[in-house]
Structures are given as C-alpha cells and as structure tokens.
C-alpha cells in the first residue's frame, strides 16, 4: 500500500508552486498490481487529481471498475470549482479507495469518505500519514487558519553573520543552497522583505529556476514609513505576481499615490508599537488567497515577525565560513529579547547537507 501512496505523494509534488491555495494531490489507480492510471492536480481551477488520473487511465485504454485508486487527500464531496470527485469515483465503480490525508477543508471533512462508502466503496485512510502532513504543510495550516504559512529563511556563515562590515554577502551560501531558496520561493504564494532589503539590496524576489518553468511569487515589502525607493526593481520590472507594499498611516499621502501608479498594491494597517501590524496583514494577505510567506529578512523584520507570532517555521542555512566583525550582521536583530528564556523555541529539527551547507529546518509552535 505505501509503495503506491508513495508513488502518489511523488505525483502530488509536481504540482508545487502552481496549485496554491489548493492541496497537492497525486493519485493512481491499481488492478490486479498493476498501476493503470496516473494523475495529479497540476493546476488551481482545473481539475483535481483523481479526474486527471481517470483521463490517463482512459487514455491507456484501461478499465477501471473494481480498480483500486491510492489519492493522497481525502477526495472532496463538494461543488466547488469541478464538481465533486467522490461522485466520479462511485460512477466509475471504483472497488476500493486507499486516502493518505482526510481532507480538513470544512466543506469536506470525512464527507468525502462517507460519501464512498455510503456508495458500497471499501475506504482505507492513514496511509503515509505524517509525510503527506509535511507536504501538504501550506494547505493544512491555511485552510483552518486562513492565514499564510509563514516560513522565515535565513543563511549566515558559521559564526552567525548575513554579510561582511562592509555589507558584502555575495556569496555566503553555496550554489546548491541557492537553487534551494528558489525552489522554496516556486512553492510559496509570496515573498516578503523589509524595506532596509529593498534599500540596501534593490532584490527581484522572482523565482529562478534553471530549465524549469517556475512560478512567480507575490513580492511584499514591509515599509511602515513608506521609504521604499520609487525606483527599486520591484515598482519597475515587469513580473508575473504583483508586488504589495505593506504600510502604516505614517506612510505620506504623495508616496502611497506614487506607489499605487506604478502598479503595485498598498495595504495599511493601524501602527502596532510604531510599525505595520503582521498579524493584521497576515490577515489581509489571507484574504487575498496567499496560503504561504517566505520571508527572507531582513534582521529587523525577522525579529518582529518572531516576536509577533506570525513565523510558522524556520529554514536556516550556515555555510563553513567565518567572516567576523562586532558590526557585521545576523539574521535576526531588532531589540532583541531581554532574558533567554524569552527566546523563541524551534522543535522538531531537521539538518540536511546543501554540498557542505548546513540546512537546519524546524517549526515554530504558535504561543
Ligand atoms: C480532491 N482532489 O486534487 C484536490 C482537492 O476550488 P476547488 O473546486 O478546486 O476545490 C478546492 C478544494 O478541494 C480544496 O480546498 C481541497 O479541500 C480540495 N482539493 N480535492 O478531491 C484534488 N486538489
Ligand atoms: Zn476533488
């Protein structure tokens, strides 16, 4: 059972970075041990994963009646943008059903599976259980939150620095742990930075991916004095996802105008100890379907999101170097907590070698 779940999950991943807010999901059909369908969900608004895998069934020439089909999620029971999988799978008398993950949308819930096996349909449910939570880590936290899923990436060299005195970080991270990054960034909805970033750095946030179509992510800056250059490359290149400012009312009127006419979206909130309210804009990007943030600094709005309870989980790269300075800076500054055991805990880590960087990988549980 696992073998053909875990062929699944592998299906379910191409459809990274194209499918957000919605679930991966991979599915096969089996008969007489011999898999006669493949399909993913590939893209948000068209069809789910369990349709696509009995067009591929249907292309092969195969019957499917009587056929067991592994589907990574619970297939859902609603009228949503296709109409409901269950129903196709009872219409296409399928024999059994083996889900991965029960479906935590409220419009679906274990409706999927009472809806099968109201229909006669055999339903085995828990099969690779906690891999397919870690993969589907985005939808699961969004779908009951609301909220992006925020992931805080950073990279320092082995005693704690982003860059040199003199502000030079290129390159700390080796090539590989790069190609990472971006890889994080095709997965994600948005990418978020402080405006510090913007000034000092002038980035693209795009993603970019070597010989592979890669999806464009949101850029955000977070700038509560609106001091965002009106010439940085965010506000003038062309890119595929637009680019939202995140301000206060300390923003002046002229900025927020001159901003707006080069295209780019503005959200205010009320100041929160001087600064954009990040629960508050969380919120609001919730609203506007981002499922999933990359914040990628700088140290001040690191701390703040740390301090207000808005990182989900944290992906630190250390590369073997050391490059010193009392003034050289780390990957999270702001004021700091004054007592240790203010500090913010990272659980369940996980440390992978990028070709000699470290990737160390953890989760925040929110207090
Ligand atoms: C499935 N198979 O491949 C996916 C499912 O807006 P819709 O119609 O695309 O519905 C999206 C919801 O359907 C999503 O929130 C999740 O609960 C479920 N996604 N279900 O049976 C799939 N992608
Ligand atoms: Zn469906």
Redesign the pocket.
Known sequence: MEKYMSRAMELAERGAGF?N???L?GAVIVKAGRIIGEG??ER??EN???INTFEDAERRGEDVSGATMY?T????S?Y???PP?ADAIVEKKIGKVVVGLL?P?P??SGR?VAKLEAAGIEVVTGVLEEQLKRQNEI?LHY?TEKKPFCIMKTAMTLDGKICTRTGDSKWITNEKSRVHVHETRHRVSAVMVGVNTVIADDPMLNTRLEGRTASDSVKIVVDSAGRIPLDCKLLNMEFEKETIVATTDRIPDEKLKAIEAKGARVIVTPEKCGRVDLPRLMAELGKLGIDSVLLEGGGCLNFGALRENIVDKVQCFIAPLIIGGSESKTPVEGEGFDYVREGIAVSDLEVSNYDGDMLLEGYIRRR
């Open positions: 499918v807010p919605n679930p999901v993913y969900h948000c608004g789910h994963a369990e589907v999620l619970e297939p859902c609603h949503g943008k296709t999988c479906d949308n419009l679906v999927g939808f779908i």
